[in-house]
């Protein structure tokens, strides 16, 4: 229904399309085109997601919070629950910049840039998407090293308690330490988580656009 509905509003603004046969050799190039467009774009988008789902499980399991895990309604797998907050505050942050209103208007203006014919994504179109995927998983890094750094910093402390307590039971003392600690390091990172999810949504969009001016 989304997707009709999009259709049905932007189609007044799409140039005129080419004369060809659907079920043609080139009216079934023509939509094998557009399909990869359109995948790449929602692609590349999505890999913000990912980030934040990956670092929010790099986190999760530094902490002790790997076993909490909920049913992802998306993918049906299971995922930790760090993954998930992140996930829905990433929504949140993407909705409240009006990223949905830019990427419709993203999507109108690539019938300009790359109107519908047999030619449009070329290798290295393809490899656009290949160098900003990379670059997007490197964003769940940045997203998870505040967390990973101060708990290293406390696992270091602990080490250093057990060789000068060896009779100290650090798996007693330590994994609800780590719990708290944990729970406090993410709730002080997310000013910095805030301002990642600006810069990689920012990127994402740049990605997109240079998908739909870099081709062709």
Known sequence: ?????????????????????????????????????????????????????????????????????????????????LSQFYTLLGTLVFLGLNGHLMLIQLLADSFTVLPVAPTGADRDWLWIVVNWAGHMFAGAVLVALPAIASLLVVNMAFGVMVRAAPQLNIFAVGFPITLILGLLIILYSLPNLMYQLNNLFSE????????????G
């Open 1 to 81: 229904m989304v997707a009709l509905a999009l259709t049905w509003a932007i189609l007044p603004f799409v140039p005129p399309m080419p004369m060809v046969e659907p079920l043609s050799p080139a009216g079934l190039l023509v939509t094998a085109q557009q399909l990869l467009i359109g995948l790449s774009m929602g692609f590349l988008l999505r890999l913000v997601f990912g980030a934040l789902e990956l670092g929010g499980q790099v986190i999760a399991t530094q902490v002790g919070l790997g076993f909490a895990s909920l049913v992802d309604p998306q993918s049906g797998a299971q995922s930790a629950l």
């Open 204 to 215: 994402a969009f740049r990605g997109i656009s240079q998908l739909a001016g870099g081709a």
